[in-house]
């Protein structure tokens, strides 16, 4: 195994455990001695599928079938640049929320609509990032399979948290959501 294929595995193995770590101490910090029953479980769905996409995205490389090219290749460094933005971007999303981001769904006394920064055109720019990592781990992988398996399985989990999500925000902030949802994307512009 050369060099450059040795450098790409731990670097995409080291941004996974970074992405990890965070999001178990984000999901700490933001849900103790909540009450989760909005949620309705979609929290861990998401991470389930997550979990099974990233860990079965490795077999097609280590079995070598649907190569695109050579791990450690300069798609892999695409990949991983991608990787670390999309936690960028979602780090980014999840300050601009500021007290009001919890990593289950839950409504405030005090919950206020925000509008700025990326959710001026993203209701959902934290999964967005999610989304975002998970292309770019599935390029990095350099493998056509893996990128299929880790792009469809978190957003089968996050299409159905954004349904209880709007939900629960549009039954809270009524109409002022109403107006939110007709000014801005779900995810993705132009897409969904």
């Known amino acids: 195994m050369s060099a450059s294929i040795i450098a790409a595995i731990v670097v995409i193995i080291a941004i996974e455990c970074y992405y990890i ?20 479980g979609t929290r861990r769905l998401v991470w389930r599928l997550s979990a099974i996409s990233y860990n079965m995205a ?11 090219i ?3 290749g300069w798609l892999t460094w695409v990949g991983v640049a991608i990787m670390i933005f999309g936690i960028v971007f979602r780090q980014y999303a999840i300050s601009t929320l ?16 925000i509008q700025t920064g990326p959710y001026r055109y993203i209701r959902h720019p934290s999964y967005l990032g999610i989304l975002i990592m998970t292309l ?39 109409n002022q959501y109403q107006d939110y949802r007709k000014n801005t994307w779900r995810v993705i512009p132009y897409i969904y």
């Open 21 to 40: 770590i965070s999001e178990i101490r984000l999901a700490a910090r933001t849900t103790r001695g909540t009450d989760n029953t909005l949620d309705k």
């Open 58 to 68: 490795w077999i097609p490389v280590i079995f070598d079938f649907g190569r695109l």
């Open 70 to 72: 050579i791990l450690g």
């Open 98 to 113: 500021g007290k009001f981001f919890t990593a289950t769904i839950q409504i405030k006394n005090d919950h206020e609509l």
């Open 136 to 174: 770019g781990l599935g390029i990095a992988l350099a493998n056509w399979i893996s990128l299929i398996l880790c792009i469809v399985l978190p957003t089968i989990g996050l299409m159905q948290r954004i349904k209880f999500e709007e939900k629960e925000l549009e039954q809270h902030f009524g």
